[in-house]
């Protein structure tokens, strides 16, 4: 791979939401190599930050309504449009993987969020290798409420940053939109 390899794939990197998806199901295996790839990425003192959890059908209609409990439970007035998004994920996701954190305590809290950050990066340019399949990073969905992270069974020290969302794409989409970004060189 030289670095105009390396450049394309960063660059075509994209993200794909829940009203792209097909409903086609992925193979576990795409899923378990998303995993794989994400634990080489950096970690300070090598803590390895990341717990990944792994919904795959037809288990996310439970999933679904667990998020929609929480949502109605935090508020009765939740808006129908968030209630409606919530009742479609079983039949437009085919997996959602729960982004998570056991923090380690021999490094600052950050250093370990950004260790994750950097483990799901990897995890959407695997994406990149299927031409069927896309997927994003939510951080909305109950995300690291009390309920949803009892039902993940993660430790109150444990954090829950989101999901992975996956599902089929008929369009896959490569150009994202960046402004220029201003570096300082000294
Ligand atoms: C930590 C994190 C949380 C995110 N949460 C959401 C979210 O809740 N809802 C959403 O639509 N997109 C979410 N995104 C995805 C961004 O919307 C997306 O990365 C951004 O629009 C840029 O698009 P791109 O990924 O295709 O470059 C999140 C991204 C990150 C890194």
């Known amino acids: 791979m030289n670095l105009a390899d390396i450049t394309l794939l960063i660059e075509t990197r994209k993200s794909h939401f829940p009203k792209e998806f097909n409903g086609q199901i992925a193979d576990n295996d795409l899923i378990s190599q998303m995993i794989s790839n994400a634990h080489w990425a950096p970690s300070h003192k090598l803590t390895l930050p990341w717990h990944f959890i792994v919904f795959e059908q037809p288990k996310i209609e439970k999933l ?38 056991k923090p380690s305590k021999m490094v600052p809290l950050w250093e370990e969020y950004c260790a994750v950050g950097a483990a799901v990066q990897n995890m959407y340019l695997t994406l990149n290798a299927v031409p069927d399949f896309g997927g994003y990073w939510t951080s909305g969905n109950a995300t690291n409420s009390l309920e949803m992270k009892e039902y993940l069974g993660l430790s109150e020290n444990d954090e829950h940053l989101g999901f992975f969302f996956v599902g089929g794409i008929d369009q896959k989409r490569t150009h994202s939109k960046r402004i220029t970004q201003t570096v300082v060189w000294k």
Request: with cysteine; charged share 20%; hydrophobic share 45%.
């Open 64 to 101: 679904a309504m667990k998020i929609m409990d929480i949502q109605l439970a935090s508020n009765p007035n939740v808006p129908q449009e968030k209630i409606d998004k919530i009742k479609l994920l079983p039949s437009q996701l085919s997996h959602a993987i729960a982004i998570c954190l």
